[in-house]
């Protein structure tokens, strides 16, 4: 299994940029799905963003704001994130699962095998 750990989160006013990095090591990065999710205070943690192969797919929520991609060479997964607004506040995490077969059609946690600690945005002015 892959070993995850985000970086790039912080305070940010609204209507800014971050950055968030989801650096992987263990053996066979191109072989895995990454997804970021995120979990608000008192909500579900949801899936936002997905790379799988050769997809990238960035869900409603985000759609238009923040835009997921993947640098192999580099073993990591970024989520862009711009037009941050209040209710973007949330630990962010990324995670992972065999590739085979998973075409970002969904985010059941249990599929996830390999899990960041999160780091956390804040959108406040």
């Known amino acids: 299994q892959l070993q995850l750990v985000e970086s790039g989160g912080g305070l940010v006013q609204p209507g800014g940029s971050l950055r968030l990095s989801c650096l992987a090591s263990?053996?066979?990065?191109?072989?895995?799905?990454i997804v970021w999710f995120r979990q608000a205070p008192g909500k579900e943690r949801e899936g936002i963003a997905c790379?799988?192969?050769?997809?990238?797919k960035e869900e409603d929520s985000v759609k238009g704001r923040f835009t997921i991609s993947r640098d192999t060479a580099k073993n990591t997964v970024y989520l862009q994130m711009s037009a941050l607004r209040p209710e973007d506040t949330a630990v962010y995490y990324c995670a992972a699962t065999p590739a085979a077969h998973y075409y970002c059609g969904g985010y059941p946690k249990g599929r996830f095998g390999s899990w960041g600690q999160g780091t956390q945005v804040t959108v406040s002015s």
């Open positions: 790379s799988s192969g050769e997809l990238l």
């Open positions: 263990g053996y066979g990065f191109s072989d895995y799905a």
